[in-house]
C-alpha cells in the first residue's frame, strides 16, 4: 500500500464515506398499530422496471420488525428545511414522539406516515432482503409517489448537515 498502513478497515471505510455528500431521508411507515421512522442516507434507485429502491438499516433498529414483516413504507426526501425532522428521526427522539416534530400526514390509503412538506415521499412494499452484517437491505418495489413542492435536499457529509437550494 503506497498510500499509508490501513491499521482498521472499518474505520477508514467510515472516513472514506463521510466525504461523500448525501441526500437525508426518512423511512416512515405504520405497523402493527404503531408508528414508526429513520432517518436514512444508506438509500439508492434500483430499477425502472420495475420501478424499485433499496435502503439499508440495522437490525437493532426499532423499524426492523415493521420491515421485516413487509410493512408498507414510505421514503420521505428530506428539503432544506428539515434538519430538525432528520435529528429527530435519527436519534434525538425515541418511538411515535418522532411525529411531533415536522408537518405529518397519514396517507388514506396505506395509513404510512408521510412528510407533508417533503422533496418527495416514495411509498413501496419490500420484495427482497439481503442480510449482510449488522444490516438488512430491502429492496422495495415502488407504489405510488407524492411529489412534494421543495426544490432543495437536505443533505449530510462529514458529520454536518448541507442544505441545497435549487432555483428551478
Known amino acids: 500500500m503506497t498510500t ?3 491499521t482498521d478497515i472499518a474505520t477508514d ?7 461523500q455528500v448525501r441526500p437525508v431521508w426518512v423511512m416512515s411507515t405504520h405497523w402493527d398499530g404503531q408508528d414508526y421512522a429513520m432517518a436514512a442516507t444508506a438509500v ?4 425502472m422496471n420495475p420501478p424499485s429502491m433499496l435502503f439499508c438499516i440495522n437490525r437493532a433498529n426499532g423499524m426492523f420488525r415493521a420491515m421485516e414483516n413487509n410493512a408498507t413504507f414510505a ?5 432544506a428545511e428539515h434538519e430538525a425532522v432528520s435529528r429527530a428521526c435519527g436519534g434525538e ?7 411531533t416534530i415536522g408537518n405529518w400526514v397519514w396517507d388514506d390509503d396505506t395509513g ?13 412494499i419490500p420484495t427482497t432482503f439481503v442480510d449482510h452484517g449488522s444490516h438488512r437491505i430491502i429492496v422495495a418495489t415502488v407504489s ?8 432543495s435536499a437536505l443533505c449530510f457529509r462529514d458529520g454536518a448537515y448541507l442544505p441545497i437550494l435549487c432555483d428551478n
Open 93 to 99: 427522539i425515541k418511538g411515535p414522539e418522532r411525529f
Open 13 to 19: 471505510l467510515r472516513w472514506a464515506l463521510r466525504s
Open 75 to 79: 421514503m420521505n426526501m428530506l428539503a
Open 112 to 124: 404510512v406516515p408521510l412528510l407533508a412538506d417533503s422533496a418527495a415521499s416514495i411509498i413501496a
Open 44 to 47: 439508492a434507485e434500483v430499477s
Open 144 to 151: 405510488s409517489i407524492v411529489r412534494g413542492k421543495a426544490r
Open 4 to 6: 499509508g498502513e490501513i
